[in-house]
């Protein structure tokens, strides 16, 4: 499943690594690295998982109520 990113002609390079990290943050890469950096505990994880659904029906509420 890697990501691919091809350097067009005349491209600088520093500008197709930008676009792979925007690619690899649009994937969730990087959260998935930092979640495996450590050991989480599993009610730990618990918690994140059930924050995480709070903020997103939060979000949810506040763009309805914004249309």
Known sequence: MGIRVQVR???PIEKA?????RLCNAEGLD?????K???EKP???R???AKDRMKTI????RMRNEA
């Open 37 to 39: 950096a450590h050991y």
């Open 47 to 49: 918690r994140r998982k």
């Open 9 to 11: 002609d005349n491209e």
């Open 58 to 61: 939060r979000m949810a509420h």
């Open 43 to 45: 009610s730990e994880r």
């Open 31 to 35: 959260r998935a690295v930092k979640a």
């Open 17 to 21: 690594l930008r676009r792979l990290k």
